[in-house]
């Protein structure tokens, strides 16, 4: 059988999604770095693999997919018998699927930002823009709002076992848990028991070993210049030797 193949790139809090679930599943896989320092996602090998230029991109055997959560619900599926089951029973997969789709239009959109702003712009060199941060973490309030009356009711988004539903939330969790923004997670007792137990989920602990050196950069001796076009933004940045990003 082929090997399961990854194209992204271990700062992408997308590829980090896919990772986590093949964690889960306990599945092997490639890893193919796309180096986004010098443009590789918008060449048309990669464009290949994902038209719209982004990453990760996935291959499991003739089956090629872009999209994160595309690829873990795929995984998900294909792979049942495998690892964690990160799918709710039948009658149990209408909640899973509002909570999917509750992470992917409200928690993505708003933490995506502040991600951007307070984790990624500083590590680039750029300056965070604070009333997009201001704005940002208002909306993430209201939505954590309701994240806590939801996680009142039950351990986790799905109903009481861990599901696609929580495992989508775990990059930007990760990324804004190394930030001031935590106190919004940390001042609601279930998001934070909740945040706090996904975290220390053994497969999302090795994704975060294998993404060493975590964030922030550890600046190497050795910088070279790329412009990069990043969440819309043409860019240029000092970039540390290749091997921090493979
Ligand atoms: N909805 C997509 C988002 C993919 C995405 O935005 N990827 C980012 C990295 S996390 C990317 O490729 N950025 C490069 C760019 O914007 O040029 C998914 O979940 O796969």
Not at 133 to 150: F, I, M, N, Q, T
Request: hydrophobic letters at 40%; a negative charge; charged letters at 25%.
């Amino acid at each position: 059988m082929a090997p399961l193949k990854v194209y992204g790139n271990v700062f992408s809090t997308a590829t980090q999604r896919v990772f986590a679930c093949l964690h889960e599943k306990n599945l092997d896989y490639d890893f193919v770095n796309v180096d986004l320092s010098i443009e590789e996602h918008k060449q048309p090998p990669h464009l290949a693999r994902n038209p719209f230029g982004l990453v990760p991109a996935f291959e499991d055997g003739d089956l090629k997919l872009f999209e994160s959560r595309a690829i873990t619900l795929h995984v998900s599926y294909a792979y049942q018998a495998n690892g964690t089951p990160l799918m709710a029973e039948d009658k149990k997969m209408p909640i899973q699927s509002v909570w999917m789709e509750v992470e992917a239009h409200q928690f993505e959109p708003t933490t995506g930002k502040l991600v951007w702003e307070v984790v990624f712009k500083p590590m680039l060199g750029m300056t965070t823009d604070d009333e997009e941060v201001v704005e940002s973490e208002k909306k993430l309030e209201e939505v954590l709002e309701v994240y806590e009356a939801r996680l009142k009711e039950s351990k986790y988004l799905g109903g009481e076992c861990f599901t696609l539903a929580d495992l989508h939330h775990l990059p930007n969790i990760q990324c804004l848990f190394g930030t001031p923004v935590k106190k919004h997670f940390e001042a609601r007792p279930h998001v934070k028991a909740w945040c706090e137990d996904i975290m220390a989920r053994p497969a999302w602990v090795k994704v975060i070993q294998k993404l060493s050196p975590p964030l922030p950069l550890n600046i190497p001796k050795l910088l070279f210049k790329r412009r990069v076009a990043m969440n819309g933004y043409d860019v240029v940045i000092m970039l540390p030797v290749r091997e921090t990003m493979t």
